[in-house]
C-alpha cells in the first residue's frame, strides 16, 4: 500500500489500519454524484484531530497540501460510501474506499479493511480480493460494488472502526 495516501486516509479520512483497503486507479464516485452532508466536520481518529472542509466539489483537510478529495455518497439514512482520491508517493493517482455510519456525534467506519470483510460478502458484491505484498486489497470499478457490499452486511455485525465527532458546522 502507498504509505502517504494511505496515511492521508486513515488519519484523514474513514479508515485506520494498515492492511488491506478498498481501492481503484481512478474514483469512481464523480462530485455530480455525490453530497455534501456538511461544511466540515471534524473527528478525532488515533489521538488525532482533523477537520475536513468543502472546498468546491470535495472536502479536503485545509491544513495539509497533500489532503486527498474526499466525496460521500448516500447508501441509506446515515450510511455513507467515502471516498478519498489522491496520489500514492510515487505521484500516481490511488484512491480509497469506506461505508461510515454517522450517528449523532459518533461515526464508524464499517470493515476498515478489506482484510476485515467475508469472501462471501465480497463475492457477493462481485468485489475481487487480492494479495499486494503481503495485504490483501479489494479493487473497486464501480459503486455498485460499494452499494452492493453494504447490502451485505447491513444486517451483520462487522468489525467497525470509531470516529468521534468533535463539530459539526452544516
Known sequence: MKPN????????????V?????????PVLKPADAVYPFKTISFKAENTVVTLSRKGNAYSNLKDDDSPDYLFYPVEDG???AQAAGKDKKGRPETLYGLVRFRDNEAEILLPTCSDA??????????????????????????????????????KDV????LHIKNITK
Do not use: H
Open 5 to 16: 495516501l494511505l496515511k492521508l486516509f486513515l488519519i484523514g479520512a474513514f479508515t485506520l
Open 18 to 26: 494498515l492492511q488491506g483497503c478498498f481501492v481503484s486507479t481512478d
Open 79 to 81: 450510511i455513507y460510501i
Open 118 to 155: 467475508d469472501e462471501a460478502d465480497l463475492k457477493a458484491a462481485g468485489i475481487e480480493k487480492k494479495d499486494r505484498w503481503f495485504v490483501d486489497q479489494c479493487e473497486i470499478n464501480s459503486l455498485d460494488q460499494m452499494k452492493a457490499l453494504w447490502e451485505q452486511i447491513k444486517d
Open 159 to 162: 468489525k467497525t472502526q470509531p
